[in-house]
């Protein structure tokens, strides 16, 4: 994690931690499985939970996930399917109090943003994405939460979208993806940003090449300060500067072998 006087913070990490393919290349062979959490915490910043998405956890499950890893770690997870994979999202009221009704939240401090991911197929509607917004609460258990909407279907690339993000009761975003199937938002809509860079290739020992991580890893700090990256296509086009904010980076899908080194070569390049 970077921090420093003149940005925000900066957490970088990749999906999960169990992966076969990654003991021998992340992982020493002989690591316990059960040692593979913390030794992912010990190196990088933040770990995207997808198994949040296909079944609920149990309040001692996130205490003891969150034990495991280092204080300043971030563990953004995503909401459960029952939320999102629906034809209405404004009717997923029950479920989403099921979900945290799981508490999530038992996470205190560690908890990072609540992904709720779209059907590819889900198409921009704007009078059910803002019912769907109204449901999202704005803390839970004295917790605050942030949000994030993963939505990859083009009509999202609206600025009515980014409006209603920007109306909403809580904090939310919509993720800035770096995958050519998926359109890229990079308007800032909230506190913080959150990205997921799909595009990891495995002949590339760090994934993404030095000339493309450097060039991330300069967006990554130009959010962080408050600003807005000039190379990121934008829906609205507002530049201003604010703040300075958390930003949340994951090496997500591609060559997926590659995705913790990718991640620690940028947090490298983020330091300071």
């Known amino acids: 994690m970077a921090r420093g006087a003149d940005k925000g913070r900066i957490f970088v990490g990749v ?16 690591l316990k499985k059960d040692r593979e959490l913390a030794y992912m915490a010990e190196r990088l910043t933040a770990i995207e939970i997808n198994g949040t998405f296909y079944r609920g956890q149990k309040p001692e499950t996130f205490r003891k996930w969150a034990a495991e890893a280092p204080e300043g770690f971030r563990f953004p997870l995503k909401a459960s399917r029952f939320c999102t994979s629906r034809r209405v999202l404004a009717e997923g009221a029950e479920s989403i109090e099921r979900f945290f009704a799981t508490e999530p939240t038992a996470m205190r401090g560690k908890l990072g ?61 919509q993720v800035v993806i770096d995958d050519p199937d998926h359109p890229t938002i990079a308007d800032v809509t909230a506190d913080f940003v959150y990205l997921r860079l799909e595009r990891s290739r495995e002949d590339v020992e ?42 949340f980076c ?23």
């Open 15 to 30: 999906g999960g931690w169990t992966f076969e393919p990654w003991r021998g290349t992340f992982y020493p062979k002989d």
């Open 206 to 247: 760090t994934g993404y090449p030095a000339d493309e991580l450097d060039a991330w890893a300069k967006r990554l700090k130009t959010y962080a300060a408050g600003g807005v990256p000039d190379d990121l296509p934008t829906l609205t086009g507002d530049q201003t500067a604010k703040a300075p904010r958390d930003v």
């Open 113 to 173: 943003p609540i992904l709720w991911q779209l059907p590819a197929t889900k198409r921009f509607e704007k009078d059910d994405v803002a019912a769907f917004l109204k449901l999202l609460p704005a803390s839970h258990d004295g917790v605050t939460l942030r949000h994030v909407i993963e939505a990859g279907h083009e009509s999202f690339a609206d600025p009515a979208f980014v409006a209603l993000l920007r109306e909403a009761k809580a904090e939310v975003t």
């Open 250 to 272: 994951f090496f997500i899908s591609g060559a997926k072998v590659r995705n913790p080194a990718g991640a620690m070569a940028m947090i490298e390049r983020v330091k300071g």
